[in-house]
């Protein structure tokens, strides 16, 4: 399911005039036997009852612990946030739990570390080696994928029922392989290009590696994001029960399309934003630290052109993947809008940077609380039990769960 969010009161009753019951602390361990819950029918909206307050006690911990022990707890502090916002989400009276191993996620790191010193080591001493090594991660893509799949849902529960995902590594291959192979070739072309350049390049092979990596990002990546979610959410199950999506293809090029123009009003704000602090720009290259301003000067101004983009495809994909999934006798309906995702990304944004950084465990809280109460969940039958499956157990690894997080391949939400 998704990740998740903040400062929420607890609802005194719900429709059926129970009262909900509050969270539950991520230290705080689960009854091993499903709760006893009353007979819930109609649409149940989806809640976060966690506050930012509370978080950021855990995550403070988390840092602290995490530098003390030279990233050896970071495995530890990985489970814990999972924890709380797993316990603090909740949906038709139940909550959700999270319960990987912290033993067994350190392992896929030091697997992931080892991966990336084994490059870095190899491209300083010889890089046709690292070469190699590079062309072996693009070819065990797909399987860290599927292995990362099956790790987080087999440690995914809801109401004392564990979550599956029984996608093959040949699916993953078949479906995937091509994309991470595309950007190598491409990206070897590109390279190709501007080491050909001479002392004055013509006008034809500048466009060309320009235009080229444009062409196959804006042509690629929609299909990949594609086939990356139906892989994901086709092989997932809730008990015995499948998932099902059946989001068209051409709803994923088009929602790309309309990114693309975002980005281009993006440039607009970034013109702004540096007309207006212009003069203060100016004031701090005079000082000892300018370079310093300049970098943080650099990266503010590019994230203020990437939020239109980002609030967009995030509220946009997550309705577009949410309104097309469906399980036997439920189906999903996401409302994110673009307008207020953008708006709490940006406020987000100035509190983290007023804060220096203090702000972001509140950030992360307020974002995803938002994300998660536009999901409501819509039964189909007469109520929820009689959709409830049998708990099966499903022995994965951790190992691409934590390589996938470690090369920033994101198989949230």
Not at 289 to 300: C, P, Q, R, T
Not at 308 to 322: H, K
């Amino acid at each position: 399911m998704a990740d998740t969010a903040i400062e929420a009161g607890v609802p005194l009753r719900n429709e059926q005039g129970i009262r909900p019951r509050a969270h539950v602390p991520a230290n705080k361990p689960l009854p091993t036997s499903p709760p006893v819950l009353q007979p819930t029918s109609g649409p149940q909206q989806f809640e976060f009852t966690g506050t930012g307050g509370e978080y950021f006690r855990i995550w403070t911990v988390n840092v602290l612990l995490t530098i003390a022990t030279l990233g050896i707890y970071s495995a530890w502090a990985k489970a814990r946030r999972l924890q709380y916002f797993y316990r603090n989400t909740r949906v038709a009276g139940a909550i959700f739990d999270y319960r990987g191993n912290p033993k067994a996620i350190l392992k896929g790191r030091i697997l992931a570390l080892g991966l990336l010193a084994s490059y870095k080591l190899t491209f300083d001493l010889y890089k046709p080696a690292a070469l190699g090594i590079a062309l072996i991660l693009i070819v065990i893509t797909p399987w860290l994928l599927s292995r990362a799949f099956r790790f987080k849902m087999a440690n995914s529960t809801y109401r004392g029922v564990r979550f599956h995902f029984r996608g093959t590594v040949a699916q993953a291959y078949k479906m995937l392989i091509i994309f991470p192979v595309l950007f190598a070739v491409t990206g070897l072309l590109i390279w190709s290009l501007v080491t050909s350049f001479s002392n004055r390049p013509g006008l034809g092979l500048i466009l060309t590696a320009v235009i080229l990596p444009l062409v196959v990002i804006f042509s690629a990546v929609p299909l990949a994001h594609y086939l990356f979610k139906r892989y994901q959410h086709d092989n997932a199950y809730f008990g015995q029960m499948p998932f099902f999506f059946d989001a068209p293809k051409r709803e994923f090029f088009k929602t790309y399309g309309k990114a693309v123009g975002y980005m281009i009003l993006g440039s607009f704000a970034v013109g702004v934003f540096a007309a207006a602090t212009g003069k203060f720009y100016a004031a701090t290259q005079q000082s000892s630290f300018g370079w310093l301003f300049e970098i943080l000067y650099g990266l503010l101004t590019a994230y203020v052109g990437y939020l239109f983009v980002m609030a967009y495809l995030e509220g946009t994909i997550q309705n577009l993947v949410w309104n097309h999934t469906t399980i036997a006798g439920m189906r999903f309906e996401s409302e994110v809008q673009t307008r207020k995702l953008l708006a709490i990304h940006a406020s987000n944004l100035a509190l983290i940077t007023l804060t220096l950084g203090l702000y972001k465990p509140f950030a992360a809280v307020r974002r995803m609380k938002y994300r998660i109460e536009s999901v409501t969940l819509i039964p189909l039958a007469d109520d929820l039990e009689s959709v409830l499956a049998d708990h099966a157990d499903d022995n994965a690894g951790a190992i691409g769960q934590e390589a996938g997080d470690l090369f920033d391949i994101d198989i949230a939400l």
